[in-house]
């Protein structure tokens, strides 16, 4: 046997296993040595049966058979050993089968430029390697997240080399037509190409659009959960401020006893009136157990009587929840801003809103209430603003519930908003030490 024979051989089996582990890297690798074995077994099993039939039948059979006899295992492998669906395994193997043509174009190349046989083989065998490598480190990751981010894009990612195997066979393998000058055929792999192409681009915008909206969104969330930061630290603040403004109230006692000692009722009467008015500017009113609620809803108490809107709070919080300080407070704070903002718009008989919280049978429940004027448009289950800027509070309250595996609703009806969430809560260890 010549020297480029033998090296034809060895190129033959190493180009299987090229395309055998660059489908199964796209594929999505294997996970664990039994994986690995099995797969190391696969190659070996379809090496044998390749070289059975081409040893008895020749090389032309084998070529006749190759989808029968490595294509159709190899993907039935990907779905039992790597436990894959029928679209990736046969995505996989089609670009598999599709990078396999990059190495032979070496070849070509250099028989083209006058290079004998034995050196064409070599320059095959060593960009096997080559692609090998930029492949797996350039290619397989990003094949392997188009093909799993949506059926969409697995279809679109698939649908090059799905053509191109079907056009390759039917055309160049069990025919002769490509090679017959007809311009039909030979202006379909370039039109397919191209279809590919701009379909690839839509695509690609759209998934662009949505990966810029979600991070805009969780952008959004993170400035609204250090807002709530910011609003928890200063309503600390006030509670303190008030803890100290009582602690010291013994020394206005004095101050007024002195003041009615000397017989200065009136300049008495006017201190008195300021302390009271100073105690109550900073000292927040007692809804609940809860302290972060019973602040906020303080807090909104107040904004709501300078804006003539009568708020109604039910409020019936333990003071530990599993649920984080800044989360409560972002869900909390957008909903009664959101009510503040709708029934401040309304007549001054309509200027209501009605808030609900308590714990019922290990869920968190928290309801508001208010009437609106003009309309809302809803999309996707959420009031949506045209306002710049505007409308990413009730996302954020949705991002909040979802994270925590509970439901929320935007319901309006009958010139009402009503939203309402329900949130799972765990057991909290100073609940865990009550019981």
């Known amino acids: 046997m010549a020297i480029a024979e033998v090296l034809d051989v060895i190129n033959y089996v190493l180009v299987l296993i090229y395309g055998v582990m660059l489908s199964t890297h796209i594929a999505g690798g294997v996970q664990g040595k039994k994986q690995r074995l099995e797969i190391s077994i696969l190659c070996l099993l379809l090496l044998l049966v390749q070289g059975i039939i081409w040893y008895f039948y020749g090389a032309a059979t084998v070529r006749l058979l190759y989808p029968l006899i490595a294509h159709l295992p190899l993907i039935l492998a990907l779905m039992l050993i790597l436990k894959k669906s029928l679209g990736i395994a046969a995505v996989s193997v089609t670009v598999g089968y599709l990078c396999c043509q990059l190495p032979r174009w070496v070849r070509l190349m250099i028989l083209a430029l006058g290079g004998f046989a034995e050196l064409g083989e070599i320059g095959y065998m060593l960009a096997i390697g ?22 969409y894009s697995l279809m679109l990612f698939g649908s090059l080399p799905i053509a191109y195997y079907c056009f390759d066979y039917a055309t160049a393998v069990y025919s002769s037509i490509l090679y017959d000058e007809i311009k039909a055929i030979s202006e379909f792999l370039p039109t397919i190409l191209i279809i590919f192409y701009v379909l690839f681009m839509a695509m690609y915008h759209v998934q662009v659009q949505k990966r810029t909206d979600a991070e ?29 403004y009582q602690h010291d109230m013994r020394h206005h006692l004095t101050i007024i006893e002195n003041m009615v000692t000397s017989g200065k009722v009136q300049q008495a009467q006017e201190y008195i009136r300021k302390v009271y008015s100073d105690v109550e500017a900073i000292t927040p009113r007692s809804f609940c157990e809860n302290g972060l609620v019973n602040m906020l809803c303080s807090s909104f108490s107040e904004k709501a009587q300078t804006q003539g809107i009568e708020l109604r709070i039910n409020a019936k919080l333990p003071r530990a929840l599993s649920v984080s300080d800044t989360e409560l407070c972002a869900v909390v704070s957008n909903a009664l801003e959101n009510a503040l903002l709708a029934a401040g718009k309304m007549d001054v008989q309509e200027k209501w809103v009605n808030f609900y919280c308590e714990v019922k049978r290990g869920k968190l429940l928290i309801e508001t209430e208010n009437p609106y004027s003009g309309e809302i448009t809803m999309r996707d289950g959420l009031p949506v603003s045209e306002k710049t800027g505007h409308g990413y509070g009730c ?8 994270h925590h595996r509970g439901i929320c609703s935007f319901e309006t009806e009958g010139g ?9 809560l765990t057991e909290t260890p100073e609940a865990a030490a009550v019981t």
Do not use: C, K
């Open 416 to 424: 009402l908003f009503t939203f309402r969430a329900v949130l799972p």
């Open 130 to 151: 080559a692609f090998y490598g930029l492949l797996y480190r350039w290619f397989v990751p990003a094949a392997r997240s188009t093909m799993t981010f949506s059926r």
């Open 395 to 402: 996302r954020s309250i949705r991002s909040i519930v979802t």
């Open 216 to 244: 805009l969104q969780s952008s959004m969330l993170d400035a609204q959960l250090r807002q709530a930061e910011t609003e928890i630290e200063g309503l600390r603040h006030m509670q303190t401020n008030a803890a100290i």
